[in-house]
């Protein structure tokens, strides 16, 4: 599925987020895998498609499981294409390596988190120059809950980083490498999908790889 972006780094950027967010979102509404509540930890090394991960060609985006990595190709500037998992939690730890194969240093990739409509879920960036944050989307709109701020311990451009989050009610960490980038709280989204996402900025190409991924349940 695609949609907008958040995080403007210019105001060319937000005009361009505004104009796009209705018809980008009703994109999202495609079939998604069942999303049951999970009886123990999850983990997924992608070496093949069990059916878990929305994969996809849409438009300017899409998303496939290949060469043991879940894959996400964003082709239009100001846009978001994003995979789900069939997996519900409320309270969790989620470590994922990802990199960036290809586009602009600005764009970013990450995790999408508490998914429960289109309108209404959390977002974790890592950017290729950087950079991290985290968002909200709340009745298609998005509202920054931490800016994007340059940390060390992310690596850039087409580095690896092994990104991991961990949500406790309405208390976020987020990692990068290891190292703790920061903490956030937020009381809106208590429970609902995760999944994994590329998006553009200003630059319309990214590509973006996703392996072993594990969630574990406290």
Same mark, same amino acid.
């Not at 992608?46 to 060469?67: K, M, R, V």
């Not at 043991?68 to 978001?80: D, F, K, N, Y």
């Not at 920054?144 to 976020?172: E, M, P, W, Y």
């Given at each position: 599925?695609?949609?907008?972006?958040?995080?403007?780094?210019?105001?060319?950027?937000? *005009?361009?987020?505004?104009?796009?967010?209705?018809?980008? *979102?009703?994109?999202?509404?495609?079939?998604?895998?069942?999303?049951?509540?999970?009886?123990?930890?999850?983990?997924?090394?992608?070496?093949?498609?069990?059916? #878990?991960?929305?994969?996809?060609?849409?438009?300017?985006?899409?998303?496939?499981?290949?060469?043991?990595?879940?894959?996400?190709? !964003?082709?239009?500037?100001?846009?978001?294409?994003?995979?789900?998992?069939?997996?519900?939690?409320?309270?969790?730890?989620?470590?994922?390596?990802?990199?960036?194969?290809?586009?602009?240093?600005?764009?970013?990739?990450?995790?999408?988190?508490?998914?429960?409509?289109?309108?209404?879920?959390?977002?974790? %960036?890592?950017?290729?120059?950087?950079?991290?944050?985290? /968002?909200?989307?709340?009745?298609?709109?998005?509202?920054?809950? $931490?800016? #994007?701020?340059?940390?060390?311990?992310?690596?850039?451009?087409?580095?690896?980083? *092994? #990104?991991? !989050?961990?949500?406790?009610?309405?208390?976020?960490?987020?990692?990068?490498?290891?190292?703790?980038?920061?903490?956030?709280? %937020?009381?809106?989204?208590?429970?609902?999908?995760?999944? #994994?996402?590329?998006? /553009?900025? %200003? %630059?319309?190409?990214?590509?973006?790889?996703?392996?072993?991924?594990? $969630?574990?349940?406290?």
């Amino acid at each position: 599925m695609i949609t907008s972006t958040s995080f403007n780094r210019n105001p060319v950027r937000l *005009l361009l987020c505004a104009a796009m967010a209705v018809t980008a *979102l009703a994109a999202c509404d495609s079939p998604s895998p069942t999303a049951p509540a999970p009886a123990k930890d999850f983990h997924d090394t992608f070496a093949q498609d069990l059916g #878990l991960w929305e994969t996809f060609t849409e438009g300017n985006a899409s998303a496939a499981i290949t060469g043991g990595q879940l894959v996400i190709t !964003v082709a239009a500037p100001s846009s978001v294409g994003l995979s789900l998992c069939a997996l519900n939690v409320s309270d969790f730890d989620l470590t994922v390596t990802t990199s960036q194969a290809s586009g602009g240093a600005g764009n970013s990739l990450g995790a999408i988190l508490r998914y429960t409509t289109p309108r209404n879920f959390y977002r974790f %960036d890592v950017t290729g120059d950087g950079l991290w944050g985290f /968002s909200r989307r709340q009745n298609n709109d998005w509202v920054r809950i $931490v800016d #994007l701020t340059q940390s060390s311990a992310i690596n850039t451009g087409g580095g690896a980083n *092994l #990104l991991r !989050v961990t949500a406790h009610g309405s208390r976020f960490e987020f990692y990068a490498n290891g190292a703790l980038l920061g903490r956030a709280t %937020d009381t809106n989204e208590t429970v609902g999908r995760v999944g #994994l996402f590329a998006a /553009s900025f %200003d %630059d319309p190409n990214i590509q973006a790889a996703f392996d072993d991924i594990t $969630v574990s349940l406290p």
